[in-house]
């Protein structure tokens, strides 16, 4: 009997980004003092795949999230999400 595959990690990836600000503030308490939420963030779907290009992992899915986020000080600054 085959069972269905389940894509539990779709799933968290939406919770990330449908609740990011949640997400920062529960699970990255100290980042989120600092990130100035008054300024819109960027999921950077395109720019994560270029980044860690490798190619052992040619064709696999990307499951890790990386998030533009700006900080209170001005400063840009990425998050890797894993």
Request: net charge negative.
């Amino acid at each position: 009997m085959q069972y269905p595959k389940h894509y539990y990690d779709r799933h968290w990836k939406d919770i990330i980004r449908s609740l990011f600000k949640e997400f920062v503030q529960y699970f990255l308490p100290q980042l989120y003092d600092d990130i100035d939420f008054s300024k819109p963030y960027d999921f950077l779907e395109n720019e994560y795949p270029k980044i860690m290009q490798d190619e052992r992992n040619k064709g696999t899915v990307i499951n890790d999230k990386l998030v533009k986020v700006y900080l209170k000080d001005g400063k840009e600054c990425w998050i890797l999400i894993h």
